[in-house]
């Protein structure tokens, strides 16, 4: 079975500044991806990054980054230079690669809030 | 086109009627998924279409009854709902076991 927590249910960031969202993960598929996604109040899932479990190079997507750390079970979302419009709700996933499997296991989530 | 797209956007309906949510996307992706969201909590899997057939059903009641009428498209026909039905009902698609794209939802109140 796959387990993703994160820890910090609500998060504040300054804007301008960078803010990492902690994610870890419990799997014992040797193959998997990791998502990350944003969730505004409007409700939108919106997918900002994605990182395979075989990617030797963390992934990044303009001022987002995932901070990914395989032996640690961990994949920390790093968002740089925080703008108001970042405030939301921010979802970990995780899903087996390969097969037919087409199921992600989310976390709970972090809502963060950008202030000015 | 690079967006799913959902109808409607709102829904209030009675314990007694019947009505259909939309989903639409034209990316070409061969799998498409039914979630339910309650407010401040992830997403719950309903319903996995691959290649227009139902893949996975995760035990939910019969009052759901989803339907791909092609690759582009999928219905969730709602009947005889109940007040705790009510939530924010997201359509998603993916090109195979890949990222997912989320349509905005339909938030579906049941009176």
């Known amino acids: ?116 | 086109d690079t967006e799913v797209t959902q109808t409607p956007k709102h829904l209030v309906m009675g314990m007694t009627n019947k009505k259909s949510l939309k989903c639409e996307q034209h990316m070409g992706h061969r799998a498409m998924y039914w979630y339910k969201q309650k407010a401040k909590k992830p997403p719950e899997l309903m319903f996995v279409y691959s290649y227009e057939k139902l893949s996975i059903n995760e035990s939910v009641p019969s009052r759901f009854s989803p339907e791909c009428p092609n690759s582009s498209l999928l219905n969730l026909h709602l009947h005889a709902l109940q007040p705790e039905d009510s939530a924010l009902y997201l359509c998603a698609s993916s090109y195979d076991t890949t990222e997912q794209f989320f349509g905005p939802g339909t938030r579906l109140t049941v009176l």
């Open chain 1, 1 to 116: 079975a796959q387990k993703i927590t994160q820890t910090q249910p609500g998060m504040f960031v300054q804007e301008k500044e960078a803010v990492t969202l902690d994610c870890t993960y419990d799997t014992s598929d040797q193959s998997y991806g990791l998502f990350w996604y944003k969730q505004p109040s409007s409700g939108e899932m919106i997918f900002l990054i994605y990182q395979g479990s075989y990617d030797e190079q963390n992934a990044t997507e303009g001022r987002y980054s995932l901070n990914f750390q395989k032996a640690r079970k961990s994949a920390n979302l790093v968002i740089s230079a925080s703008q108001l419009g970042d405030s939301a709700m921010y979802f970990c996933a995780m899903r087996a690669r390969g097969g037919s499997n087409y199921k992600l296991t989310f976390g709970k989530g972090t809502l963060l809030t950008v202030n000015p």
